[in-house]
């Protein structure tokens, strides 16, 4: 592996602690990427001269909290700034290593709650989250949403200048603010998994490093608020959809039902990784929103079979997620769950009264649904119809053509 590679991979594993660890001097997250980028750049310069050191991420620390101090004492007067950050800011304070792990994991946890904070718009929380937390280059980002570069980079620089006019501070937050934070955090967590399990548009149904991304996010946030029940409730879920990921797709890279999925493949570690995650998320009376979704997908996985699936289980559940976070999608889901358990009948009367609504008017998957609804009950004819008008509706090329597939099953029965 050259220096430049070793530097690369090292960057990426450090550099959402090099960040947290600088905006903690600086109480601003643009700069303290900047600096970190610096140091990235001295470290350019001088391995492949002198090596890479033993510690290599305790090296790029040091050099960026140099940097950072020399900031600090640029700006204004030194005493003035002292008084803002509240600390000494003495040479030896800042030895190339970390005080201790809890340091590191106060900071990183700071970042998160920054990065994520309600002032900004979701796209902009999961952009800047990516790049700060998760590592990612501009360009990768784009990838992943599958929009222009330029559409990234300047939705991460208007986000750090929101958060610098609006002053937000940089701390993890306790009490009610901490509990409106939370969800915010979450929620884009949420969301980069979401679309790397099933990309909004595009060629491809799956994108797997965004799903790697989210639950390293989740995993890291579990472990720093152990005592937050839905953190763990979110871990839970993810872990429980990222086992299914490998059987999600065909070999040739088409959308396999969940009916339809190799069981035996799913992953058993990740599993049992998602029910220890649950245990943790509460006693399920006191569950929230992504505790009653991983409570979904747990039985889900405890069924050996597609058959053995308990949907009634199912059902209630999202009758008690509707009633905590109700939405129009929750319901067509609940819908689903109904069918299966009551009989498809039941499931067309709750998804029938969605359709009626304005809420789901461009959502594919509703069609899709009351198209596998009516070729339950033998209407072919109208199956055939609602598959085709849910392929029109979605963005991805995968999906499209499954949904295409599923239209001249049904025009051929």
């Known amino acids: 592996m050259t220096v430049e590679s070793t530097l690369e991979t090292v960057f990426r594993m450090e550099s959402a602690r090099i960040i947290a660890t600088v905006a903690r001097i600086v109480r601003d997250v643009g700069i303290a990427e ?40 640029r700006r204004e007067t030194y005493a003035r700034k002292l008084a803002e950050v509240g600390r ?24 998160v709650f920054t990065a994520c904070h309600p002032v900004l718009s979701a796209d902009a929380r999961a952009a800047l989250t990516l790049r700060l ?59 980069i998994f979401n679309e790397g399990y099933a990309a909004t548009a595009g060629d491809d149904l799956l994108r797997p490093a965004l799903c790697e991304d989210a639950l390293r996010l989740a995993r890291v946030l ?45 992953n058993r570690l990740l599993i049992r990784r998602g029910f220890a995650a649950l245990e943790r998320a509460g006693d399920g009376r006191s569950y929230g929103p992504y505790a009653l979704q991983a409570a979904v997908a747990a039985c889900h996985a405890r069924a050996v079979t597609y058959e053995e699936t308990d949907w009634r289980t199912i059902a209630a559940l999202y009758g008690r997620l509707a009633a905590v976070a109700p939405s129009p999608v929750v319901e067509l889901n609940r819908a689903v769950a109904v069918s299966m358990a009551d009989g498809p009948e039941a499931g067309l009367v709750l998804v029938d009264a969605l359709a009626d609504g304005t ?43 499954l949904l295409l597939g599923r239209a001249r099953a049904a025009g051929s029965q």
């Open 34 to 73: 900047e600096i970190a980028q610096d140091a990235l750049v001295s470290a350019l310069e001088q391995w492949p001269r002198s090596g890479v050191p033993d510690r290599p991420g305790a090296w790029l620390t040091a050099a960026a909290k140099h940097r950072a101090v020399d900031l600090v004492r």
């Open 88 to 111: 000494t800011l003495s040479e030896e304070s800042y030895d190339p290593e970390p005080s201790g792990p809890g340091d590191i994991d106060d900071d990183v946890l700071r970042l």
């Open 133 to 191: 937390v998760g590592g990612l280059r501009t360009d990768e980002i784009a990838r992943a949403f599958l929009v222009p570069e330029a559409t990234v980079a300047a939705r991460i620089t208007r986000a750090k200048r929101s958060l610098a006019k609006a002053g937000v501070e940089f701390e993890v937050p306790y009490g009610a603010e901490r509990a409106a934070r939370l969800g915010s955090v979450l929620e884009v967590v949420y969301l």
């Open 222 to 266: 579990a472990g720093l608020m152990p005592e937050e029940g839905e953190v763990h409730g979110l871990a839970a879920l993810l872990e429980l959809q990222a086992s299914r990921f490998a059987t999600r797709t065909g070999p040739d890279g088409q959308p396999v039902l969940l009916a339809d999925q190799n069981r035996s493949r799913w």
């Open 359 to 401: 809420a789901l008017a461009g959502y594919h998957l509703l069609p899709s649904v009351r198209g596998d609804l009516l070729a339950r009950l033998g209407r072919t004819a109208e199956a055939r119809a609602e598959f085709e008008r849910a392929a029109s509706l979605t963005r991805n090329a995968r999906e499209r053509e």
